[in-house]
C-alpha cells in the first residue's frame, strides 16, 4: 500500500464485499447501512465529481460536517482526486474556520447546509474558496443571500456525485490522470492552537499509511490483536475531523471490523449501539470514559460484548481506568500520540502485559528517546522531554518554515511532552512541558497531582494549574469535580498521604465541570484563563 485509499482498495481486496459501515442517527427512521464496496465506489464517484468541478492535484479541500457516512467517503474521494484533504471540527467558530481556508488556500469545502448559514459570510471573504458541496438538502440551509451571486458557487453533493458516475468502476484502482506518490501531501491537520495560532501539520500518504499499519496493533501485520479484529463491530464515536479519529478510521479498513457511527457522543446512544450491535470494542478519549462510567444509564444496557477500547489524546487517570474495567469488564488499551506524528507514537496490543499509568510501547517502526534540555538522552526512569521519529512524523508545518525547524530538530519530532522510559521500554507520560509547575524550585508535574486526587472516593476528576506566588514563584491549585461533597482540608490531608509536601495544593476549588477543547481534552489555557489571577 503506497497511497490513503489503497487502503480502502486493500480492504476490498483481502475481505470482499461486507456490512463495514452502520449510521445511526435518532433523526432518522432507520440506520443507514453501507457495504464496503459501497463506500469505495461512492468516493471514486465524488472524486471524479470533484474533477470535473476543476479540483486538480494538489488543491486543498476542507471538509467540515459532524460524523457522518459522506466524512469518511469525503477523505477517500479527495485522495483518489490527487488533492489534500483539511479536516475542519463542526464546532469551531466562523472566525477560526475562515483563519483555516485561508491560511491552507483551500479552494473547495465539503460542509453541511445546517452549517452554511453560520459560515457563510466570512468565507466569502476567502478569495481562493470558490465553491462549496453541501451534504443534504440544501432548503435546510435557508436563503443563501449572504453568499455574492456566484461566489463561492453551491452544489449539492448527489449533483456532484453523478458528475463522476461513469468513474464507479474504478474503485480498485487510480482514476485516469492521478499519478500520486507516497511522499505526496494527503492531510493537513489544523492543530488546536493551544499554543497560539492553529498550525497546519501536513501529513504524507506515506504517513497515513504507516500510521494505519503499525496502528492496528503494537505488533504490526502479524499481530494476534489485528488478526482477532476481523469481523469484530467497532464504534466511531470520535470526531473524524481529528488525527486520532482519522486513524482509528484507517485501522478498521486494515482490519475488516464493521463500524456503527454515531453523529456525537452521547452516552445513552453509545450503551444504546453496544447493546445492539453486540459493539466489542471503541477508541476514546478520557472524558468519554469518565461519562460513560458516571452514567445513571450504564445499568439499564447489556454491555457484556465489550471486550477492548483505546483511549488516547489525553493522559486517562490510573483511577479510571481500574474503575471503567470493572465497572464494564473489558481493558483499557492506553496510547499516545500527536498531529504531528500521524496521531500514533505509543500503544499496546492486546497481549501485553500493561503497567500503570503506562502508554504503552512505541509502535512499530517507531524510535522514541527521552532527552533533557540540550537533547541528550537522560537515565532509563528519569523525566525528559519525548522526542521521536520514523514514517509516521509529519512533513513539516505549512508555510512555518521557522516553527518546522523547531520542532524537527536534528531529524527528530520534539513533542513538548515530559515523560519517562522503563527499562522494559514502556512510555509513561507526565505532562505538557508547558504544565510544568516549578514551586522554589522543585518541579512538580500535575498529573502526578491528579493521580491522587482522582483516587479519592468523592472526586470525579481533577485539573492541576500552577498559579502565580511572590514567594515561591509558583503554588499548586486544583479544580475538582465531585460526586459527593467532600471537605477542601481532607482532600489536602489525603494528598499528603502521597505526596511530598511541596506537591501537596496550597489551593483547591471545586467547579461543577471542568472547560475542555472541541475534542474533549481538558482546557488548562482555558481553565487558567477563567480562574487565575496573572500577576498584573
Not at 477508541?283 to 469518565?290: E, L, S
Not at 491549585?477 to 498521604?497: G, H, I, Q, S, W
Amino acid at each position: 500500500m503506497r497511497l490513503q485509499y489503497d487502503l480502502a482498495i486493500y480492504n476490498c481486496q483481502r475481505f470482499g464485499t461486507y456490512e463495514a459501515l452502520v449510521y445511526e442517527d435518532p433523526q432518522l427512521a432507520e440506520p443507514r447501512r453501507y457495504t464496503n464496496v459501497e463506500i469505495a465506489r461512492e468516493a471514486v464517484q465524488l472524486a471524479a465529481g470533484l474533477r470535473a468541478l476543476g479540483i486538480e492535484t494538489g488543491d486543498r479541500v476542507m471538509v467540515m460536517i459532524p460524523n457522518c457516512p459522506e466524512v469518511i467517503i469525503s477523505y477517500q474521494a479527495i485522495a483518489r482526486a490527487g488533492a489534500i484533504v483539511i479536516p475542519v471540527l463542526p464546532l469551531l467558530k466562523p472566525p477560526e474556520v475562515q483563519y483555516i481556508a485561508q491560511n491552507s488556500g483551500a479552494r473547495l469545502l465539503i460542509t453541511s447546509p445546517l452549517l452554511l448559514p453560520l459560515h457563510g459570510t466570512t468565507l466569502a471573504q476567502v478569495p481562493a474558496l470558490e465553491q462549496i458541496v453541501c451534504v443534504g438538502d440544501l432548503a435546510t440551509a435557508g436563503p443563501l443571500g449572504s453568499l455574492p451571486e456566484g461566489r463561492p458557487q453551491v452544489h449539492t453533493y448527489q449533483d456532484v456525485l453523478a458528475r463522476g458516475a461513469e468513474y464507479a468502476d474504478y474503485y480498485l484502482s487510480d482514476l485516469p490522470g492521478i499519478n500520486l506518490t507516497p511522499d505526496d501531501t494527503a492531510v493537513i491537520l489544523y492543530t488546536s492552537g493551544t499554543t497560539g495560532r492553529p498550525k497546519g501539520v501536513m501529513l504524507s500518504h506515506r504517513n497515513l499509511v504507516a500510521n494505519a499499519v503499525s496502528g492496528r496493533g503494537v505488533g504490526g501485520d502479524e499481530d494476534p490483536s489485528a488478526a482477532e479484529s476481523q469481523g469484530e463491530t467497532h464504534l466511531a464515536i470520535l470526531p473524524l475531523a481529528h488525527a486520532f479519529g482519522l486513524v482509528a478510521s484507517n485501522v478498521a479498513y486494515l482490519n475488516g471490523a464493521r463500524i456503527v457511527m454515531l453523529p456525537r457522543f452521547d452516552t445513552t446512544a453509545v450503551f444504546s449501539a453496544i447493546e445492539r450491535y453486540r459493539v466489542s470494542g471503541f477508541a476514546g478519549v478520557p472524558a468519554m470514559f469518565v461519562a460513560l462510567l458516571h452514567s445513571p444509564d450504564a445499568d439499564r444496557y447489556d454491555t457484556s460484548s465489550l471486550q477492548y477500547c483505546v483511549s488516547g489524546s489525553a493522559p486517562l487517570p490510573v483511577a479510571v481506568l481500574e474503575a471503567f474495567e470493572q465497572k464494564f469488564g473489558c481493558r483499557i488499551l492506553e496510547g499516545y500520540g500527536l498531529s504531528e506524528a500521524t496521531a500514533a507514537l505509543t500503544g499496546h496490543n492486546r497481549e501485553m502485559p500493561r503497567k500503570p499509568g503506562s502508554v504503552g510501547k512505541p509502535l512499530p517502526g517507531v524510535e522514541i528517546r527521552i532527552v533533557d534540555e540540550n537533547d541528550q538522552d537522560v537515565p532509563v526512569g528519569e523525566v525528559g522531554e519525548i522526542i521521536a521519529r520514523g514514517p509516521n512524523v509529519m512533513q513539516q508545518y505549512y508555510n512555518l518554515p521557522e516553527e518546522t525547524a523547531a520542532a524537527m530538530r536534528n531529524g527528530w519530532l520534539h513533542t513538548g511532552d515530559m515523560g519517562r522510559m522503563d527499562e522494559d521500554g514502556y512510555i509513561y507520560v507526565v505532562e505538557r512541558k508547558k504544565d510544568l509547575i516549578i514551586r522554589g524550585g522543585f518541579n512538580i508535574y500535575p498529573r502526578d497531582v491528579e493521580e491522587v486526587l482522582n483516587r479519592h472516593p468523592a472526586v470525579i476528576e481533577s485539573a492541576v494549574v500552577g498559579i502565580p506566588s511572590e514567594r515561591m514563584g509558583e503554588e499548586v491549585k486544583a479544580f475538582v469535580v465531585t460526586r459527593e461533597p467532600v471537605d477542601a482540608e481532607a482532600l489536602k490531608a489525603f494528598c499528603r498521604e502521597y505526596l511530598a509536601n511541596y506537591k501537596t495544593p496550597s489551593e483547591i476549588e471545586f467547579v461543577d465541570s471542568l472547560p475542555r477543547n472541541l475534542v474533549g481534552k481538558i482546557d488548562k489555557k482555558e481553565l487558567r484563563r477563567r480562574y487565575v489571577q496573572q500577576p498584573s
